[in-house]
């Protein structure tokens, strides 16, 4: 008998824990028009919150490689314009 007082005693505490979490668990969604926590819109904005992510991360990948491309094209027509520079100086002084 002392037992089943025990485990009777346990039992209520677990379900007086589990009512406590399951109302802040449901008090941290959103509700729906019947009131209830709307799960399902829930998973929708995050999986909407997802794609939006990867569409941002695919666009600034493509800015960053069209920035990168535009660096090593400055670099390089610098670089050119140095060594043509460089070459025309030559063949001038070397003409006369």
Same mark, same amino acid.
């Given at each position: 008998m002392v037992? @089943?007082?025990q485990h009777s005693e346990l039992l209520h505490e677990i379900h007086?824990?589990?009512k406590t979490l399951t109302i802040k668990l449901e008090s941290a969604f959103v509700?729906? @028009?019947d009131g209830e926590p709307d799960y399902a819109g829930?998973?929708?904005y995050h999986k909407k919150q997802n794609e939006s992510d990867a569409e941002y991360s695919k666009h600034r990948a493509k800015i960053l490689r069209e920035i990168i491309t535009w660096i090593a094209i400055g670099i390089l027509s610098v670089i050119g314009t140095s060594i043509f520079?460089?070459?025309f100086a030559v063949a001038a002084a070397t003409a006369h």
């Open positions: 037992m @089943d007082t007086s824990e589990l509700k729906d @028009d829930h998973r929708f520079q460089k070459y």
